[in-house]
């Protein structure tokens, strides 16, 4: 196990094709729902913060858009706690950042502001977050980067 030198869990490229092969034998829309539930309950009961970021902005998407949006900000506190504990997410940090987060017209600056640092941070998981765009249009791709990046940052900021 790895730690980037801002302190979170190194995501390996085996573990993230694990996670990927794990993903593809649940073969169905509803196994993959209840894997997801599952997760987010889990993650729920170790940091409600980290539960309320993914349940807050996976609610922002279109509604189609939205279950495949929580699986895509689940997976990505799934992958990192696979390599290492997280931080639990703090309070106050949290409350500064989460208007300017969650304010989708400041989402490509977020973008730009954070995937430079998480290439050179974390390199696997910088590529996770960028295959998790391929699932939505463009507009959407943005946001899903951007939440991925700033679930990254929150983590990063609570390290500290």
Known sequence: ????????????????????????????????????????????????????????ASAMYPVNDRDVALAEITSGFLLLGLEGKLPKLDEKKFKEQWDVTMNRAVAILNVGANMDIIFE???????????STQYFPREEGMNVMSDHSCGYMFLV???I
Do not use: C, W
């Open 121 to 131: 941070d974390n390199p696997v998981y910088g590529r996770f977050i960028m295959k």
């Open 1 to 56: 196990m790895g730690m980037t030198k801002l302190g979170l869990p190194l995501l390996r490229e085996e573990t993230y094709a694990g996670y990927i092969k794990k993903l593809d034998q649940l073969k169905s829309p509803e196994r993959a729902k209840d894997f997801f539930e599952e997760a987010l309950s889990e993650i729920r009961k170790h940091d409600s913060l980290k539960a309320r970021f993914i349940e807050g």
């Open 157 to 159: 900021r609570s390290r």
